[in-house]
């Protein structure tokens, strides 16, 4: 029989009181058991950390605790941060701290299906391969009702890039547009022998997803495994692309947007080097096409009626199919405010 693999839980909150408790009973309530719960506070100026330990020790007090319940309650670890440091630098101290073989990562305002861990776990290691699971998400609504619609619906996935990821191909996919969402999201500690440190143009989920991708070792489960809530206070969330979204993005001023883009890109042609022989060279190429379509984007020139020439160039070479979403990044920038 396989040993079971440890795992660690990375919660990380910033001021949020309002949800917490329901989160924390959820990871608390798995059928599955975590060894740890490390939680890092953002410098909340709430209650949250009390509430997250009132809610620890309100589990350990459970009839029966002395038993074996007892021994399935993680060990809760919390740090707090003087000085608020954002998203993605929160989660990267709050992975590195984690002592698991798995690590999953967890939002303040979600709730956790009873077999999100089990069923996660199951898959990963079901193919020694896999390094990172993404799975699905029901959306639900500040008071817990469904919004009717998943995280991949919201997400506008396609077969193709389901078909493509389960196949173990999400390297393309990702390159295109990320689809990795942290709070649904298990993987190897392994992972971070490559993807750390994680660079600063990158949130911590989607890097994640990218390097595992290059390594070959993305998953996917269909079938939602978290309630994934939106409230309009989300640090970042999912909502389903309108049309009139779309079109206000395509006038939009172009600002940084395509600078960061390009730095994004060149940051992962790097990291993918250092990994050495270990990155199939045609996924390398890949990546360094995108550097060098990224660069043509940010280029452009300010004015509209002067970007129409060095757009048909670029369009020529292939890469807006194959890194910027077609026709749709053609117009994009065509039409974008200086």
């Known amino acids: ?16 009181a309002r949800f917490i408790t329901e989160q924390v009973n959820s990871i608390l309530g798995q059928t599955l ?14 209650d949250t950390v009390l509430r997250i330990r009132a809610a620890w020790d309100t589990w350990k007090a459970r009839p029966g ?47 956790w ?8 776990v ?45 196949a173990g191909n999400a390297f393309k996919v990702l390159l295109d547009r990320n689809v990795i969402t942290g709070a649904a999201t298990l993987f190897r500690r392994s992972l971070l022998t490559h993807a750390q440190p994680i660079p600063p143009h990158w949130l911590h989920d989607e890097w994640l997803g990218v390097i595992a991708a290059a390594l070959g070792g993305v998953g996917i489960e269909t079938e939602p495994l978290i309630d994934y809530r939106q409230h309009g206070d989300n640090q970042i969330g999912a909502a389903r692309k309108t049309v009139m979204n779309e079109i206000k993005r395509a006038v939009a001023s172009r600002g940084d947007w395509h600078v960061r883009r390009h730095a994004r890109a060149a940051e992962l042609a790097a990291r993918l080097r250092q990994m050495g022989q270990l990155v199939p060279p045609a996924l390398l190429a890949m990546a360094d096409e995108k550097v060098e379509h990224h660069r043509a984007r940010a280029a452009l ?31 994009k920038d065509l039409l974008e405010a200086p």
């Open 33 to 46: 058991p975590a060894e740890e719960l490390v939680v890092y506070d953002d410098a909340s100026s709430d």
């Open 122 to 166: 199951a898959r990963v290691q079901a193919e020694p391969k896999r390094l990172l699971l993404h799975a699905n998400a029901r959306l639900i609504d500040a008071g817990g009702q469904a919004l009717g619609l998943t995280l991949f619906d919201a997400l506008s996935m396609t077969k193709a890039e389901l078909d493509a990821i389960a």
């Open 301 to 331: 020139p300010q004015s509209r009626w002067l970007r129409a020439w060095p757009l048909l160039q670029e369009w020529s070479t292939g890469r807006y199919r194959r890194f910027g979403r077609g026709m749709r990044g053609v117009v």
């Open 113 to 120: 299906h009873a077999n999100r861990l089990s069923q996660a």
């Open 1 to 16: 029989m396989s040993v079971r693999p440890t795992i660690s839980v990375a919660l990380c909150t910033c001021n949020g």
């Open 65 to 111: 605790a002395r038993g074996t319940q007892q021994q399935s309650l993680p060990v809760l670890r919390i740090e707090t941060n003087k000085q608020r440091l954002g998203v993605a630098a929160n989660f990267s101290r709050a992975i590195s701290a984690c002592r698991g073989e798995l690590i999953a990562l967890s939002d303040q305002d979600d709730v």
